[in-house]
T-cell receptor, first 112, second 116 residues
Framework: GVTQSPTHLIKTRGQQVTLRCSSQ?????VSWYQQALGQGPQFIFQ???????GRGNFPPRFSGLQFPNDSSELNVNALELDDSALYLC?????????????FGPGTRLTVL | AQSVTQLGSHVSVSEGALVLLRCNYS??????LFWYVQYPNQGLQLLLK??????LVKGINGFEAEFKKSETSFHLTKPSAHMSDAAEYFC??????????????FGRGTQLTVWP
């Protein structure tokens, strides 16, 4: 399955953070979502074959990397209080019909 | 633009009662539609999906949903609620047909409470 680390993280405003995701084996696509408290997940961006393949309405201080070994990272610079949320990664493999996304358990980030 | 509206942020039912969670979507193209469930401190689990074909879709744990294009709806139902169904439910839409993107747009969620 999809795993994420760490489970929980506490940072202070202005700091930088890196969240990690391990995709399901063989999946070539990873998407990241931000789920604020009481909200549905919001699409941050997607990486396909190690290149950014689409971005939601998030500023450039949100960046990512995808590696050939089924791992990926979400980096957030200059943390703001509103960045406090559950961050979900989802992996998928491109198919002819649609890309079912398999979600990890998430990393809960608290910014103080 | 794609969007999802889930009517009712909280739904409470008695065990054994019908569960009905409402979802309406907006999409400029024929959409893919999904229902996900989220248990406390866990990620999202896919309950069911509509991509093409039969408009009545059956999923896991006895849930089903019907795609009604004329009403732009995809309501989730279960004939008899169980205590273990208590969770947060999210409706999602994707319109990225034929591309690798598959971006999901989620509703705000409906918290289902099941009373004994």
């Amino acid at each position: 399955g999809v795993t994420q680390s760490p489970t929980h993280l506490i940072k202070t405003r202005g700091q930088q953070v890196t969240l990690r995701c391990s995709s399901q084996s063989g999946h070539n696509t990873v998407s990241w979502y931000q789920q604020a408290l009481g909200q549905g997940p919001q699409f941050i961006f997607q990486y396909y074959r190690e290149e950014e393949n689409g971005r939601g309405n998030f500023p450039p201080r949100f960046s990512g990397l995808q590696f050939p070994n089924d791992s990926s990272e979400l980096n957030v610079n200059a943390l703001e209080l509103d960045d406090s949320a559950l961050y979900l990664c989802a992996s998928s493999v491109d198919s002819q019909l649609y890309n079912e996304q398999f979600f990890g358990p998430g990393t809960r980030l608290t910014v103080l | 633009a794609q969007s999802v509206t889930q009517l009712g942020s909280h739904v409470s039912v008695s065990e054994g009662a019908l569960v009905l969670l409402r979802c309406n979507y907006s999409s400029s193209v024929p959409p893919y539609l999904f229902w996900y469930v989220q248990y406390p401190n866990q990620g999202l689990q896919l309950l069911l999906k509509y991509t093409t074909g039969a408009t009545l879709v059956k999923g896991i744990n006895g849930f089903e949903a019907e795609f009604k294009k004329s009403e732009t709806s995809f309501h989730l139902t279960k004939p008899s609620a169980h205590m273990s169904d208590a969770a947060e439910y999210f409706c999602a839409v994707s319109d990225d047909r034929g591309s690798t993107l598959g971006r999901l747009y989620f509703g705000r969620g409906t918290q289902l409470t099941v009373w004994p």
